[in-house]
């Protein structure tokens, strides 16, 4: 059984520009989150899909985007970068849109500068 | 709306000192309720839950213990070691809707030998 994982691990972009970060959910899970770690901060829920759907978001503007995949793969595009995006974004899968446990990846540091 | 708050860092403890890391948490309902750990460079890992008053989490000496009539989810170990040392997470998912994690700022534990 393979766990969370995201890539790329690390990535710097200019301000301005397009990023997209990916996560493959643990083996069976179909509920993928996205939440942003500021420094020094706890995470912050930036929304969830379960099969396929968005199905709850946190207080993230529209740049924020997402798409889940028909093997529940995610990935999380934000468009025009500012500087306050730089931060470690961590997927984390479940099985289920309501299970008390969810499983986490190592993140994708972003730096923007 | 759902908080978790959690004692500032860093906490320095010698190798073997008791641990005690205050949470207390604003949700309604019966949220379910879970310590994260981070060591430094990587991403969050599940140390225990709780999903219903007065039930005890446990796990690699690490215990909290859901208290409904206090809020509170307080993290103990008996005898702390260097490799203890990482940030700690406080968390909760709230009952029923969609599985948000809130979570705490993090406290910062440093153990020396």
């Known amino acids: 059984e393979t766990g969370v994982t995201q890539s790329p691990t690390h990535l710097i972009k200019t301000r301005g520009q397009q990023v997209t970060l990916r996560c493959s959910s643990q083996?069976?899970?179909?509920?993928v989150s996205w939440y942003q770690q500021a420094l020094g901060q706890g995470p912050q829920f930036i929304f969830q899909y379960y099969r396929e759907e968005e199905n709850g978001r946190g207080n993230f503007p529209p740049r924020f985007s997402g798409l889940q995949f028909p093997n529940y793969s995610s990935e999380l595009n934000v468009n025009a970068l500012e500087l306050d995006d730089s931060a470690l974004y961590l997927c984390a899968s479940s099985l289920g849109q309501r299970n008390t446990e969810a499983f986490f990846g190592q993140g994708t540091r972003l730096t923007v500068v | 709306g759902n908080s978790v708050t959690q004692m500032e860092g860093p906490v320095t403890l010698s190798e073997e000192a008791f641990l005690t890391i205050n949470c207390t948490y604003t949700a309604t309902g019966y949220p379910s309720l879970f310590w994260y750990v981070q060591y430094p460079g990587e991403g969050l890992q599940l140390l225990l839950k709780a999903t219903k008053a007065d039930d005890k989490g446990s796990n690699k000496g690490f215990e909290a213990t859901y208290r409904k009539e206090t809020t509170s989810f307080h993290l103990e170990k008996g005898s702390v070691q260097v490799s203890d040392s990482a940030v700690y997470f406080c968390a909760l998912i709230p009952s029923g809707g969609y599985q948000k994690v809130t979570f705490g700022t993090g406290t910062k534990l440093q153990v020396i030998p």
């Open positions: 083996s069976g899970h179909n509920t």
